[in-house]
T-cell receptor, first 118, second 111 residues
């Protein structure tokens, strides 16, 4: 089936604008993650959902960042009043993993949304 | 929290040579260690992973070793090919798959 799908692929926003980034996980995947990848760096964790529940949002940089997954499938990452330091690739990933297990299901990433704040 | 260090940051090899990338982690509770390959402008793709109950895993030209006592793990690529050129990331997780990534290694395989 289809992999993790993210849209838009590219987004240019003027400083101060709000943006919304969408993620369609693989069908049936319970866990969904958002990561932020700055240029030349590894992905950094932002937030995690299990179904519709946001279980960990410790990586969100500020209260301008908000994520939701209301029906346990599609997720949206919203950034309010964008700043230049928000420029990065935002990666979404999903897995079949259901909660705390000793066996980890592989994490599948989308192609990301490249956000440029001017 | 977990901290993952990765080296080298860049690695240049000739086609056919072997390449080794090393990572260390800080959290002794970490039990899952995947490796991702990321080509320019593309998604990270899982190439191999290892769990803490295993010391070594191999998949064709790729192998990963894990030393839990020393808290380090390594990626080994044999008979490198130009299409192996990419950025490779190691990662570690102790649960809920909250992966902590290393800073990446840019591998360049010259024909």
């Amino acid at each position: 089936g289809a992999g993790v799908s993210q849209s838009p692929r590219y987004k240019v926003a003027k400083r101060g604008q709000d943006v919304a980034l969408r993620c369609d996980p693989i069908s049936g995947h319970v866990s969904l993650f958002w990561y932020q990848q700055a240029l030349g760096q590894g992905p950094e964790f932002l937030t995690y959902f299990q179904n519709e529940a946001q279980l960990d949002k410790s990586g969100l940089p500020s209260d301008r960042f908000f994520a939701e997954r209301p029906e346990g499938s599609v997720s949206t990452l919203k950034i309010q009043r964008t700043q230049q330091e928000d420029s990065a690739v935002y990666l979404c990933a999903s897995s079949f993993n259901q909660g705390r297990q000793t066996y980890n299901s592989p994490l599948h990433f989308g192609n990301g949304t490249r956000l440029t704040v001017t | 929290g977990e901290n993952v260090e990765q080296h080298p940051s860049t690695l240049s090899v000739q086609e056919g040579d072997s390449a080794v990338i090393k990572c260390t982690y800080s959290d002794s509770a970490s039990n899952y260690f995947p490796w991702y390959k990321q080509e320019l402008g593309k998604r990270p793709q899982l190439i191999i992973d290892i769990r803490s109950n295993v010391g070594e895993k191999k998949d064709q030209r790729i192998a990963v070793t894990l030393n839990k006592t020393a808290k380090h793990f390594s990626l080994h690529i044999t008979e490198t090919q130009p299409e192996d050129s990419a950025v490779y990331f190691c990662a570690a997780s102790s649960g809920f798959q909250k992966l902590v990534f290393g800073t990446g290694t840019r591998l360049l395989v010259s024909p």
